[in-house]
Nanobody, 125 residues
Framework: QVQFVESGGGLVQPGGSLTLSCAASGFTLDYYDIGWFRQAPGKEREVFSCIHSYDASTYYTRTVKGRFTISGDNAKNTVYLQMNNLKPEDTAVYYC??????????????????WGQGTQVTVSS
């Protein structure tokens, strides 16, 4: 069966760090561009980072650029999100997803395929 299992969320103080993981099973992750999405309470789900499968180029929105890093390990069929200098406004449910279609870069109108189950990240003192 196809699964995309997330882990690593939790409670962290402002300025702290977390690493999220998405482990794929039942499909080969490196066939797809991968996106990270998040949804804060009362807000729409937004894509904030993604990685291209063919050259591993990465993309970030201005809100997270310089603080977050997306990466992948094809041998483990796993993608990661390293989050540093977390801010209260980063509080959201975070989702990984395969991207089966997008524009010139994977932040442009991504069409998600497989979704992770979501993991809560709370940044608070």
């Amino acid at each position: 069966q196809v699964q995309f299992v997330e882990s690593g969320g939790g409670l962290v103080q402002p300025g702290g760090s977390l690493t999220l993981s998405c482990a794929a099973s039942g499909f080969t992750l490196d066939y797809y561009d991968i996106g990270w999405f998040r949804q804060a309470p009362g807000k729409e789900r937004e894509v904030f980072s993604c990685i291209h499968s063919y050259d591993a180029s990465t993309y970030y929105t201005r809100t997270v650029k310089g603080r977050f890093t997306i990466s992948g390990d094809n041998a483990k069929n796993t993608v990661y999100l390293q989050m540093n200098n977390l801010k209260p406004e980063d509080t959201a449910v975070y989702y990984c997803a395969t991207i089966i279609e997008s524009g010139a870069n994977c932040l442009e109108g991504p069409r998600p395929g497989h979704w992770g189950q979501g993991t809560q990240v709370t940044v608070s003192s």
